[in-house]
């Protein structure tokens, strides 16, 4: 006999605005405990000194993790000039120092550099795994660390404001795997006075922004109430993070078949030349996500949202 799941079968998306000095996992035990839910996870990791926008997938939601994560994301952060540190951010201990300090005019000069596919070296303090171990396990540990570069895209990287000689703000639209304080110790290097992230937020990831976020306050307070609406409320639906897929409105039939795992044929003048991945609706209802191709829609995931 199967063991029963813990909880609700909740399915949605939480588009959390993570407080401060929380954890990526703290917060998604925090949310799934306010709604009792069976299962969860979260798409791309915050650090804990940064804040804003992590998506908390419920349920089936789990299911199209891999879409968000996949999803362009935008920061907004803040760069101290003048030393660099242990983690590239304010929890490390410094480094490297100068007292020399960038004008705005060297800053924006830089700024193309870091435009497009660039090659990036992930902070030593990251959650990328050697050998199955954490980095900053490793690193917290003493071990020295050393990351292989890898390629980012970074679609725009902007200064908009310069407080102070010490103090730049900037924002970046971003690819997947780019690392915000690595950019930040790269852009001090090559000015020539080092430099570490102060603060640093996450405003967007693919679909999710802070126009639909919620705070985990609101969350909790949502959990008390007697009318369950208010935590519902707090829910967006699984198929948010397939927004940048194709839809296909399908009929009940082939919606059967879709949900046993079974291909179907796709009408329409354009049916053939479609590929690659796309989401089946009935009625309104997410069936399944799987791939196009020659025709036909092959379901790799198949929702149980009942």
Avoid at 206 to 226: H, K, R, Y
Avoid at 234 to 249: F, G, I, S, T, Y
Wanted: charged share 25%; glycine share 8%; hydrophobic share 40%.
């Amino acid at each position: 006999m199967s063991r029963r799941k813990k909880g609700n079968p909740v399915h949605g998306w939480v588009i959390l605005d993570k407080p401060l000095n929380m954890t990526s996992t703290q917060a998604v035990g925090a949310v799934r405990r306010s709604f009792n839910a069976q299962k969860a996870g979260h798409a791309g990791t915050l650090d804990p000194l940064a804040t804003g926008i992590l998506p908390i997938a419920l349920g089936e939601a789990t299911k199209t993790v891999p879409f968000a994560v996949d999803g362009e994301k935008a920061y907004r952060f803040t760069v101290r000039w003048g030393a660099e540190t242990t983690t590239d951010d304010t929890e490390g201990t410094v480094t490297q120092s100068s007292d020399r300090r960038p004008s705005r005019a060297e800053i924006e000069a830089l700024l193309p550099q870091f435009h497009g596919s660039i090659s990036q070296v992930p902070p030593a303090f990251s959650a990328i795994k050697i050998a199955g171990e954490r980095a900053y396990d490793l690193a917290r540990d003493g071990e020295d660390v050393v990351l292989e570069a890898r390629t980012v895209t970074i679609d725009r990287l902007a200064l908009v404001d310069h407080p102070d000689e010490s103090t730049s703000v900037f924002e970046a639209e971003c690819g997947k795997g780019t690392y915000v304080r690595a950019l930040a110790r790269d852009m001090g290097r090559l000015l020539g006075c080092y430099g570490h992230v102060i603060a640093l937020r996450r405003t967007r990831v693919g679909p999710f922004d802070e126009g639909n976020s919620v705070t985990l306050d609101a969350i909790q307070s949502a959990a008390q109430m007697v009318d369950t609406t208010a935590i519902a409320d707090c829910l967006a639906p699984v198929e948010m993070a397939l927004a940048a897929l194709p839809e296909l409105l399908v009929s009940q039939t082939d919606a059967a078949s879709l949900a046993r795992g079974q291909s179907i044929l796709i009408r329409g003048r354009d049916a053939p030349i479609l590929a690659g991945p796309a989401f089946a609706t009935s009625k309104g209802r997410l069936i399944a996500l799987g791939e196009l191709d020659k025709g036909a829609l092959h379901p790799t995931r198949v929702f149980n949202l009942g």
